[in-house]
């Protein structure tokens, strides 16, 4: 039996298929690769800090300061990558993250790592935004839920193996560093490779960056949530768990097990979001989260229910934003979905840059039981919003738009 011979059309599609899959392989790479970095750093800074004798509030306001650097960058990145492309602004960021990476160990002082990490804020908000905007052209909504959970699995593997890493190396010296140098190098070399396959912008947004808010609320205010929570878990879980009994390096292994329930939960949720309203899959993902952290003040750190509700609260506050995103890409296209993804990291960025003052000045002012209850507070809030969403606006059309 012979195969026909592939029509011109057939090689086009393979070639356009393969294109995809290139670009998307690369992406995903590369902000795991970066992830790796992240997990690596936010606990280790703030052990470093710590350790120096600093206060919460001190400690909170310092690492807030990434969060201030993507809150300053997002409005501009529409226009940034219409004029360079996405590409090239994504190999920018990441030259941007390692610049940063390197002056810390440089400079050790909280005052210096201010506009460092302000520095290393704009690069990684940049890294985040793109690489979402990049994934969300290129995927069929239909698989939307589920690639974008297979996206936030993978960086969750990168983030979890920070503080893996960490355990191996130790938190002081040059060793944590140097290790993160090499790892964001790593990153730039699938982006580099796949750069000609890059979606393309050649449009700017429909309209005002904040106005997104109005139109997907539900999405949007995903990164807002998921700021508050994830910041508080890298930067504060650590300081937490060393409080309630865990010892030396072994406070970082929170923030391990946080991560691995990012790698499993987000996965099962995407599933579920391909299947039925993706708002109603939304708003059981915050109030689980919301419950999960809650028992933190049954469970003592280090006991088994502690390390149970870590791995859900873990894995149900990264499937937010991983069906936030969803969201967002049935909503939007082009200019506009550019525009969309910068406002989730700004809101996430916001989040992360109130989340750990606003906790931190808590533990402060009472104790460390302060930490989950405003993580339990962030999830139900949003629950609820979403859910009021949901009766308010009725469910969601194949084409993404309220019925």
Known sequence: MTREPLTAKDTTSLRQWRGQALSLAAVIAS???????????????SLILERQGFSYTLISLN?????????VLAPLLPRLVRRFGSANVLLASIA?????????????SIWAWFPIRFLYGMGGGALFILSEAWI???VPNAQRG????????????????????LTLVGTEGLAPFAVGVAVVALGAIPVFLARRTAPPVTTLPSAFLLRFIRIAPSGILAGLVLGIIESCALYLLPLYALRSGLEGDNAVLPVTIFVAGAIVIPLLFGWFADRIDRRTVLAAAAAISAISVATYLVFAAGTPGFWIATFIWGGTSTAIYSLGLTLLGERFKGADLVAAAALIVLMYSLGSLTGPIITGAAMDTWDIRAFPIVATAVGLLYAVLVMLRLFTRGPVSEEGTPS
């Open 31 to 45: 902000i795991s690769t970066v992830g790796v970095t992240f997990g690596l750093t936010s606990p280790l800074l």
């Open 96 to 108: 941007t993250i390692l610049v940063a990476l390197a002056l810390l160990p440089v400079f050790p």
């Open 146 to 165: 589920r690639i974008l959970g297979i996206y936030i699995t993978i960086m969750s593997v990168g983030i979890a193996v920070g503080p893996v890493i």
């Open 136 to 138: 969300n052209q290129i």
């Open 63 to 71: 690492t807030a300061m990434a969060a201030a650097g993507t809150i």
